[in-house]
């Protein structure tokens, strides 16, 4: 059966059941305001075991049942994202206000990053103004500077970008981007185009001064990613889900592996490791020009970074041409011409990393047809959000 769960009621359990946990203080002033904190009042340990209850009903009512379902909690819950991206609107600089998507909550702190990420963030918003950098209205679309974008690494090395509009001048956006690279940390500041009515924190690169790139250490492995980048958001945590990830693929030497939506490489280098071959498959180009960076920068040569959509590449593939496939697809999932591709492929395993159970939950059902699931936990990515990841392990019955 299908889980009856929306993302909608899934939200609202997760919520409802956090609610009912120990009341803290919350560190942050702007806890109860902002949206980029949910639960920040109440105990870490009360939001872990809310996320724990409510997934094993979510899998449930999905017909999936495994031995024990745990969620691995963040080893700190603050200060752990590796990338943010906060708003610049009519002379406020901050996150919106939660349940109100134009209302923007002007931050004087930010416990989601380091407190010097986020003073290097703030004083380039700062230095824009003093400059004459006109802040986006998001009513009226007008206006220039959109996003402020931090990316941080381990070292908590700085990666920045502004996101404006079209236009501009190139001499004024110069002296913003020695303002970014005179902050702590800061090894690099892009100017990124959005000059779309979608308000989104990514952007058609203008310019960059500094390094173009920012490295991020993960595992076994050194990756390299850009302003526009997807990369694992936990700074604590990333390291177990990739590891977990690759021992549960568990591919030996004579395997040919696909590390499907696999971006800059982060699953698929080590992956590379233990397998004959691995196919990497992007559907973003400019993840896979990094994948192919990042591969010559670890000294891996089995490594096959291919910019394909996944269900393209996967039609191509004859039928037990596969044995481990591991998966990472974006919150809409897999979808089911996608599961009927693995199906007809059939590897002996397949390692599902999902942002959204809820369609992992809905693409699991298809592929029960010819898979036992032997494993899922959760990970704890977004602490004091309703927002978690998981890895779901399934082997080939029969």
């Known amino acids: 059966m299908v889980t009856t769960f929306t993302a909608k009621t899934l939200r609202k359990a997760v919520m409802a059941r956090t609610l009912t946990g120990q009341m803290v203080a919350p560190r942050c002033p702007h806890a109860l305001e902002c949206g980029g904190c949910a639960f920040q009042d109440r105990s870490y340990a009360d939001q872990v075991i809310a996320k724990t209850d409510v997934l094993r009903e979510l899998y449930a009512t999905g017909g999936i ?9 963040s080893p700190n819950p603050f200060a752990y994202r590796t990338r943010m991206d906060y708003v610049a609107t009519k002379g406020r600089f901050g996150l919106r206000a939660r349940g109100k998507f ?17 003073a290097a963030a703030r004083a380039v918003w700062q230095r824009a103004g003093e400059l004459g950098i006109a802040d986006y209205d998001i009513r009226m679309h007008t206006g ?21 509009a079209a236009g501009g001048d190139e001499e004024t956006m110069t002296e913003l981007a020695m303002t970014a690279l005179a902050q702590a940390g800061v090894v690099g500041f892009h100017w990124l185009i959005n000059n779309t009515l979608t308000d989104v924190s990514f952007g058609e690169p203008r310019q960059h001064w500094g390094s173009a790139t920012l490295a991020m250490r993960i595992g076994e492995m050194t990756c390299f990613i850009g302003p526009n980048t997807f990369f694992q958001n936990n700074v604590y945590l990333a390291d177990r889900l990739i590891g977990d990830a690759v021992a549960a693929a568990n591919p030996n030497p004579t395997m040919r592996v696909a590390d499907l939506y696999g971006g800059v490489g982060a699953i698929g280098l080590h992956l590379a490791r233990r397998a004959a071959v691995v196919d990497c498959v992007e559907a973003v180009a400019e ?3 990094l994948a192919r ?13 291919i910019c394909a959509d996944t269900f393209d590449y996967l039609h191509a593939q004859p039928s037990g041409s596969l044995p481990v496939i591991v998966a990472d697809p974006p919150r809409t999932g897999l979808g089911p011409q996608v599961c009927k591709e693995l199906l007809r492929i059939g590897p002996q395993r397949i390692v599902y990393v999902s942002c959204n159970p809820l369609t992992q939950v809905n693409d699991l059902h298809i592929l029960q ?30």
């Open 369 to 398: 047809a010819a898979y036992r699931i032997t494993d899922v936990r959760g990970y704890d990515m977004f602490p004091h959000t309703p927002h978690i990841e998981t890895i779901a392990v399934l082997e080939r019955s029969g």
């Open 287 to 289: 993840s896979v020009t």
């Open 293 to 305: 960076h990042n591969a010559v920068v670890n000294g891996i040569t089995n490594f096959n970074p």
């Open 65 to 73: 049942t495994v031995d024990e379902f745990i969620v691995i909690p």
């Open 102 to 118: 134009n209302y923007i909550i002007e931050l004087t702190t930010c416990h989601l990053i380091p407190p010097t990420a986020f």
């Open 144 to 164: 220039f500077l959109r996003y402020i974008v931090v990316r941080r690494n381990a070292m908590d090395e700085l990666l920045l970008a502004a996101v404006t």
